[in-house]
């Protein structure tokens, strides 16, 4: 039997799951990659924490005003956006979070997005293309699906995770270029170690890749937990399974969306991905699940 | 000297497990208190609303003298009411009263015209909507301090400390059914 508490746990231990993976999967190339490049292993990895961690915390602070500027976003008006100003007013209330900021996006495709480092700083989004298509009670569906990426820290936590996705990306970068350029003492240690060499080279190859898909795993997963909560906020389920019925159904994506910013939104900004091409490869390179997937969830609750 | 040194470390982990259940069960109360005083902000913004939407509709419909009594008299109870029995019951006849109220609105077109009163409408609906989310987070804070008090082996000693059950803030079920209107 599967209801909306089982549901939100279920998701959040697949979270944590899956982050465990992660760290092992980091310590282990690190460690191989350690191992075949000798002495000059730890420095080097040092660096390549310091770079990724510079990056991703410097979104972590920024990409609220970034984020807002990118899509030309305007500050709603309670008068104009009567609902989208007092739904999400109703719901941090019953989420016991303090109102965050509301802006809208003069764009006619229908999309919603969240961001911000914590309560203080969150910021909802929505397009005029939301506005127009959703009722009362399907607007409340998104924004709830909103509010709970903020109430359940999922800017943090991808964060975390593209620091290590980071990390990897840059250590693997540095050891292929410690091949051409390392030293004739780094290349004596090496050949001691001729397996650890060997599958070095293998995983400088894969690792970037299997540390990317990873993290849309966990993208993926936040967004089923963001459903659940939404659910669970509302209670009443049907209204963002219907929202997401016409987020499906709708021809137009949104003008200004990128890969860059794909994650943050309700559902894919992406046009393969909304026009349910779901194909096991596609979902595998997916930050959302399918809608439709999303949607019999939200029914079965 | 080994047994006296086993039983202060089991007095001292008592001693601990006492004080934390304690503090937790304050803070969660304060949780209650706090979410309580929600539920009050919103029953005032409805009824700062309400003289507003009752003058407006006796412009249009003067002679339905007894619906207007009964949202005022509503509206006295809710303002003076007290602890959460007392406020709930209050708050189910407001309800109850401002149903017939609209009821009433539905046969006078002009009214229903009016920008005035449609903007009071969609203000009170929302009003509405604020006061079942804030009873909802209320509940839910209930629920986690009645869980955290009546769970083994904090229903041992919660008693001692002199905490009560929290009550929930329900809903009267008739609100929760559509009003049959009689013409």
Same mark, same amino acid.
């Given at each position: 039997m599967k209801n909306v508490y089982s549901e939100v746990s279920a998701n959040k231990l697949k979270t944590y799951f899956i982050v465990t993976l992660f760290f092992i999967f980091v310590s282990f190339v690190l460690y191989v990659l350690g191992k075949s490049l000798g002495y000059s292993g730890p420095s080097l990895f040092l660096f390549a924490f310091l770079l990724s961690f510079l990056s991703s915390f410097l979104s972590y602070f920024f990409s609220d005003k970034l984020v807002l500027m990118i899509h030309h976003a305007v500050p709603a008006d309670r008068k104009i956006h009567f609902d989208l100003f007092t739904v999400t007013e109703n719901l941090s209330l019953a989420a016991g979070i303090p109102k965050p900021k509301v802006y809208v996006i003069e764009d006619s495709s229908p999309n919603a997005f969240a961001t911000g480092r914590d309560y203080n700083h969150a910021v909802v989004v929505a397009t005029t293309g939301l506005l127009a298509i959703m009722d009362r009670r399907e607007l409340e569906g998104v924004v709830a699906h909103e509010l709970s990426h903020i109430k359940n820290y999922d800017m943090l936590l991808m964060t975390v995770v593209s620091v290590m996705v980071g990390l990897v990306v840059y250590a693997t970068d540095f050891f292929t270029r410690s091949l051409w350029f390392g030293s004739r003492d780094d290349r004596e240690s090496r050949n001691s170690n001729g397996v650890f060499f060997i599958l070095s080279i293998v995983l400088s190859l894969l690792a970037p890749i299997m540390a990317t898909l990873l993290q849309l795993a966990i993208s993926r997963r936040r967004e089923y937990l963001a459903d659940a909560s939404a659910a669970y906020l509302t209670r009443y389920p049907e209204g963002l399974a219907r929202a997401l019925e016409k987020l499906a159904n709708y021809p137009q994506t949104l003008r200004t969306a990128s890969n860059a910013t @794909? !994650?943050?939104?309700? @559902?894919?900004?992406l046009k393969a991905d909304l026009q349910g091409k779901s194909g096991w490869l596609n979902n595998l390179f997916s930050? !959302? *699940? *399918?809608l439709k997937e999303r949607i019999d969830r939200l029914r079965q609750m | 000297m080994q047994p006296i040194y086993i039983v202060i470390g089991l007095i001292v982990l008592l001693g601990l497990y006492l004080m934390g259940t304690y503090n937790r069960l304050v803070v969660l109360l304060n949780r209650i208190k706090e979410a309580w005083s929600g539920i009050e902000v919103q029953l005032k913004r409805r009824t700062d609303l309400i003289p507003n939407l009752v003058s407006t509709v006796k412009g249009y419909a003067k002679h339905e003298k007894s619906v207007f009594e009964n949202v005022t008299k509503a509206r006295s109870a809710v303002m003076s009411a007290q602890g959460v029995k007392e406020t709930q019951e209050a708050e189910n006849m407001l309800s109850g009263a401002l149903k017939s109220l609209f009821a009433v609105a539905e046969s006078y077109p002009d009214l229903k015209a009016n920008t005035n009163f449609q903007d009071l409408q969609k203000e009170l609906a929302d009003t509405e909507d604020k006061i079942a989310y804030s009873r909802q987070f209320y509940n839910s804070n209930v629920l986690s301090f009645n869980n955290t008090a009546k769970l083994f082996p904090n229903n041992l000693f919660v008693p001692l400390f002199g905490f009560k059950e929290q009550e929930f803030f329900d809903v009267d079920e008739k609100e929760t059914q559509p009003v049959k209107v009689d013409f």
């Open positions: @794909a !994650h943050l939104f309700i @559902a894919s900004p930050t !959302h *699940p *399918p | -």
